[in-house]
C-alpha cells in the first residue's frame, strides 16, 4: 500500500475522533491571526485548533496525521491561501465551510467606519496587518458561522460588533500615530508589510521577498545601503520567530540599531501571553520610535 494511501486510511479513521474538551463548531485555522478572528467571533461556542503552533514558521507548516484529521473534520476552515501549501491541498480535499483571506478582501465591503473595501496586494499574503481588511474577514467569519450554528447567531453577531469595534480603535491608534513622522521608509528583514504600509503611508523594503528564508542577493543589499544613508534611518527591523541575524550584519555595517517588528505571523514562546492587539500596539510603538514621529524633523 503507498504511503498516501497508508496515511488516507489513519486520516479517515480518525477523522470523526474529538479530541479532549472539544466542543461546539470545529473551527480550523492557518494561523494565529486567524486563530484570533475564530477565537474572538465564535467566543465559547466553537473548538479552535491553530495549525501553527508557537515558536513554529508559518510558511513551512507541515500536516502530520492528527493535524490533517483536524482539517478534514473541520465545520470551518479559516486560511490565506498561498501562505501555507500544505493547507492548500488539504483544504482541496475536505467538504467544510471556509474563509479564505484574500478571496475575503477582493469580494468584501469595508467594514470599519471611514474605510474603503480593501484590495489585495499581488505578492504579499499578510493581510491582517491592515485592521480593515482583518475587520472584514471578521465579517465574513461571522457569516459562516451563523449560517453553520444558527442557534448562536446572536452571539456570533454581538463578538463580530466588539471586535470591530476595537479593530476600528486600533486603526485610529495608527493613523494618529503615524500622521507626523521625520521618516517614512522603514527597512525590515521580510516582506511582510505591504498592507500596513498601504494603510498609514510607509514605504517598507525588506532585505528578501516574502520567504523569509531566501538570501539577498549583494546588489540588493549595496541598493539598501544607499537608501539607508539618503533616507537617514536609524534603524533595521527584525522578527521574533526569525530573529536578528538577518539583518545585524548590515546594521553592525552601517551603524545603525536593530528592533523587532512582529509581522504577526505566529506567537512565540515570550509572546505566548499577548494577543493581535497588543503584539500590533508594540508594533506601532517600534514605528513611532524608528521615525520619529511627533518629532518631525528629528533624525
Same mark, same amino acid.
Given at each position: 500500500m503507498s504511503r498516501l494511501l497508508v496515511l488516507l486510511a489513519v486520516v479517515l479513521s480518525?477523522?470523526?475522533?474529538?479530541?479532549?474538551?472539544?466542543?461546539?463548531?470545529?473551527?480550523?485555522?492557518?494561523?494565529?491571526?486567524?486563530?484570533?478572528?475564530?477565537?474572538r467571533v465564535a467566543g465559547d461556542n466553537a473548538t479552535i485548533t491553530d495549525l501553527a503552533k508557537p515558536g513554529q514558521e508559518p510558511h513551512d507548516l507541515e500536516l502530520g496525521v492528527r493535524e490533517t484529521?483536524?482539517?478534514?473534520?473541520?465545520?470551518?476552515?479559516?486560511? *490565506?491561501?498561498? !501562505? #501555507?501549501?500544505?493547507l492548500d491541498d488539504a483544504v482541496s480535499d475536505t467538504s467544510g465551510d471556509t474563509?479564505? %483571506?484574500? /478571496?475575503?478582501?477582493?469580494?468584501?465591503?469595508?467594514?470599519?467606519p471611514g474605510t474603503r473595501p480593501v484590495r489585495p496586494i499581488d505578492g504579499d499574503p499578510h493581510m491582517w496587518l491592515d485592521p480593515a481588511a482583518l475587520a472584514t474577514v471578521a465579517e465574513a467569519v461571522k457569516d459562516r458561522l451563523?449560517?453553520?450554528?444558527?442557534?448562536?447567531?446572536k452571539d456570533y453577531r454581538r463578538n463580530a460588533a466588539e471586535l470591530r469595534d476595537d479593530l476600528a480603535h486600533l486603526d485610529s491608534e495608527f493613523s494618529a500615530g503615524l500622521s507626523s513622522c521625520a521618516r517614512?521608509?522603514?527597512?525590515?528583514?521580510?516582506?511582510?508589510y505591504s498592507y500596513l504600509g498601504r494603510r498609514y503611508g510607509i514605504d517598507f523594503e525588506s532585505l528578501v521577498g516574502v520567504s523569509p528564508d531566501a538570501e539577498p542577493s549583494p546588489?540588493? *543589499?549595496?541598493? !539598501? #545601503?544607499?537608501?539607508?544613508?539618503?533616507?537617514?534611518?536609524?534603524?533595521?527591523?527584525?522578527?521574533?520567530? %526569525?530573529? /536578528?541575524?538577518?539583518?545585524r550584519s548590515l546594521a553592525g555595517d552601517l551603524g545603525l540599531k536593530v528592533a523587532e517588528l512582529d509581522p504577526i505571523e505566529g506567537l512565540t514562546d515570550?509572546?505566548?501571553s499577548e494577543d493581535y492587539l497588543s503584539l500590533m500596539q508594540a508594533d506601532l510603538a517600534a514605528l513611532e520610535k524608528a521615525n520619529a514621529c511627533h518629532e518631525k524633523g528629528d533624525s
Open positions: 480518525c477523522a470523526s475522533c474529538s479530541q479532549p474538551g472539544q466542543k461546539g463548531v470545529r473551527v480550523v485555522a492557518g494561523l494565529y491571526p486567524m486563530a484570533y478572528v475564530a477565537e484529521a483536524d482539517v478534514a473534520d473541520a465545520d470551518l476552515i479559516v486560511y *490565506v491561501k498561498g !501562505l #501555507q501549501p500544505a474563509v479564505e %483571506a484574500l /478571496a475575503t478582501l477582493s469580494s468584501g465591503p469595508a467594514v470599519l451563523v449560517a453553520i450554528d444558527p442557534a448562536h447567531a517614512r521608509t522603514d527597512v525590515v528583514s521580510h516582506e511582510a546588489k540588493h *543589499v549595496a541598493a !539598501l #545601503q544607499k537608501l539607508i544613508e539618503d533616507q537617514g534611518l536609524t534603524t533595521l527591523f527584525f522578527e521574533p520567530l %526569525a530573529g /536578528a541575524d538577518p539583518v515570550e509572546t505566548s
